[in-house]
């Protein structure tokens, strides 16, 4: 496996704070993948160690390939959560400069910028200052940055914070065409829905250390409750094996007592000659495989 | 292009196309230009014409011109003094001297004015008289006795010399340098220090050095720093030295006849100068990644161009004893070097080797400076609107926990 990010084992401290206990993973290339975590749990240390802007206390991180070179630089996109342009200056100005410290020709800068300015609706107001812009525009600003040079590697810190529905969606179809493209992604964001949207596989990490780390289909099978969701036509009878039994966006959600399998409910179903709509096992989504670790770790 | 380059140019042109930088470019000529005007002024106010007038009722003044007199002074001979009375209370004359007829043996001559008179007309009469005391004597006495004796004061542990009257006003030219320097140091710290301070606020460094090293990133500001610093000078020293040729040569002005430059004072400042400035703008760089926000920087600025007018605050010591061990120190400190190199040019030849030591100790300052300035940087990347202490950019610790730039 060709792996574009290996971080083995990171420690980080600040002096009496730990940042980062122990966190270890791997990024394949071309994929999107999730760094999650709630506020202060690491996320932002592990990218700028893995960015090279600051040593690990212990632990390794190679990145395409290898340990960060300033050859290296050029083929990564970063983005930090927040600002980070010139405010006083124009903003084709401001992307030309940062595009052109990537190793990018002059002409290669422009012709991109331009691309990407209009692709993100940005074009007409590219000869107003940073500042000028509204926070979403500089968001999008931010982004045509971090992709403009055609970066093998991209890494994004909240990515879709300012935009709105119809922004998020242009960046979104940007952050598909660039996986397509083979370009690896790694986004940290708490937007958990865009992350079961958009990522293949995540790392949540709490308190600095791996919490969740795997492909996001196969971490909700194993969060999956023992529940079937059923919808049928006409008014539900009565089926045994069932603890508990709530109503859950038309569908109802179904508690299964222990010795009861989602193949005996459905048995039920059939035998009673009901119509079915709807018939699937419950998986939570990761808002609620998110609180429920961190809550879980938080009683333990 | 070298990235270096690319931060440089970036640097310099955000720079100087602000409105604030041609007023600070144009200030200094318009400065000089005021003060040349000034000194215009108050020339012509002390050339006012006047006329004199005298009796001699003994026909003592024989001879009543001089070679060099003031063309400015008319002298007016009155038959006696109820004449030059009236011509006094007639405003024809602003005063009159008053030989009496035996002046030889009573050697007393009376003025007398309305107005009392600024001393050019005296001087005047005094050389008047002593040149017809000496008539009769030999050229090489009379001379002697007019002009006295032509002292050069040589001092031997010093490898300088100067007319008695003290040092010429081209040795102090130099200090015009330093000043220039201190001024030029001040708009740059300022620059340097919100340039960083700004950047951090708005987390646009990370964003650079997530392209370029932080040594790449701060050798480029401060290569951007020295280019405006080097564009501010030459315009400057265009208006000087147009300000110069105009007053010396199209205007005649007398003083600035007078200033002879002494090249070697003017390169050795120059020496040091550039290590020095360089040495600054590292400084105001570390000092930028340091601080938390622009407030701050704004107060940073002045206090640079305060402590490098620290020779001027010591100039008595330093006049005293401008080999003495505090001269020579504030000579080897880079923010005190190029005043102290100017101050003490004016009384000494300043030794080659201190000017040399002075720009190797600036240069290395400057490289531990920039080093210090990427830890400290990095340290901030962690501590986002937190001041860093220089223990702990010296600690071991820090630069443990941080990567080599």
Redesign the interface.
Known sequence: MSYVVEASHLV?S?GSVHAVSDVTFSVERGEIFGLLGPNGAGKTTTI?MI?????P?SGTVSILSGPMS?EK??R?G?M?E????????QLEKCLL??A???GMSVADARSRTQFYLERLELAQHKKKKVKELSRGMQQKAQII?TIVHGPELIIVDEPFSGLDPVNTQIVKEIMYELREQGTTIIMSTHMMHQVEELCDRILLIDDGRNVIYGPLDQIRRRYSGHAVLVQVQGEMPPITGVHSITKENGALLMTLVDDVSPQDILTQLVGQNMVIEQFEIATPNLDEIFIRTIRDKEVG | MSKIWLIARHHFQKETRKKSFLFILLSMPFFLLFSIGLGILFESLANDRMNVGYVDPGAFLRQTTLDDADEDIQLIAFPDEEKARLALDGNEIKAYYLLPADYPESIEIDLVYRDESDGRATSLMRRLVKLNLLAGQSPEVADRLMFGADVTVFATDANREYPEGGPEAGLFLPIIVALVFGFLTMTTSGYMLQVMVEEKENRTMEIVISSVSPSQMMSGKIVGALGIAFVQLTVWACFFLIGLWVSRSVMDVAWLQEVKPVYLDLVKVAAVALPAYLFMAAIMTLIGATLVDTQEAEQVGPLAFLVILIPLFLIVPIAANPNGALAVILTLVPVTSVLTVALRSIFIVVPTWQVLASCFISLVSAGIAVWLAGKAFRLSLLRYGQRIKLSELLSRHSSKSLSAS
């Open positions: 980080k600040f700028r960015l090279d802007l600051f040593k206390d300033e630089k050029s990564i970063y930090p927040e600002r980070g342009l010139y405010q006083d200056i400069y940062l052109s410290l990537k940055n």
